[in-house]
């Protein structure tokens, strides 16, 4: 059957289905189309339609990139049914051919797809947390303290005897300052289009600060949207204060004031990977209860015979780091 692609220009309509058919896929809402095109990148929000039917959406991006050009659907597509995959897949090959992409990148936060459709695993390491941590907040604090590690709720604790305070709705020059500093410390290279997320999301992006002795020890980026709170950049300087642990204990206290169900911590490393670079951040995140999601690794669809070289590219910068 032939399907008709719209590109939509209503956000109700595009977000009324994401939350529906994908609740959790942030980068397939609205707001983070428009982050992105803030950020300089073109999109395109794209319907797929059988009949009057909304059947599937796309909300794509374009990178130019020095390893090649490619579209990405960062969480999406997103379906009504996966039988309408090799029909989306099929549109989004003739765009890229367009656009003289040499590959579409996918990561539909679904745990498996159809075999068939030419895909093949990204040569990438798990990104845009395809397994992440999430804590359901349908419980009281007391319980939620409960369900954490022994060690995580003394942190808090300690955090709090120690006369650690968290400020919400703190400066994004704060954040921005320290999470510099935790770069070069780490040596990881920093996100981009941060300042374009805060404007965008407005109020529903709030900077959290611990402050000890005077001093920003500890930031994060919480994004509360749709029914989850995420955590979605973090920054801090070593303490023995435990401010890091009391900043996220806040924050989830914030989420459930705001009526939220769910607590994303984000992105966390395999269980089989003793020594992946994000081993550290995972101890942290999973102290505090919670359960672990895992959806499908992205997949690409190559669309020219140059998508080798991207791939081999990717291959081995991700042996390099170690993930």
Known sequence: MAYEIKEIISQTVWDGFVEKHSPMALFQSWTWGEVAKKAGTRIWRLGWYEGKILIAIAQVQKVMARRGTF?????????????????????????AQKEKAWFVR??????????GLGL????????????????DLDKSEDELLLGMRKT???????????G????????????LALYEETSQRHNFVRHTGIIEEIKTFGDDAVIFNAISEGKT????IILFWGTQAIYHHGASVPNRVGASYLLQWEAIREAKKRGKKLYNFWGIAPEDSPYHPWRGITLFKTGFGGRQLAFMHAADLPVSPFYII??????????MKGY
């Open 106 to 115: 996918i990561s539909p936060l679904v745990e498996s797809l159809p075999n």
């Open 217 to 220: 020890i500890a930031s994060a």
């Open 164 to 175: 650690v305070s968290i400020i919400p709705c703190a400066p994004l020059s704060d954040f």
């Open 71 to 95: 579209l990405h659907v960062r969480h999406g597509p997103i379906v009504q049914d996966k039988k309408y995959f090799k029909a989306i897949l099929l549109g989004l090959k003739k765009l």
């Open 120 to 135: 093949s695993s990204a040569p990438i390491h798990a990104m845009d947390a395809e397994l992440c941590w999430v804590l």
């Open 310 to 319: 991207p791939k081999t590219i990717e291959g081995i910068r991700k042996k």
């Open 152 to 162: 995580t709720r003394y942190e808090i604790k300690r955090a709090q005897k120690m």
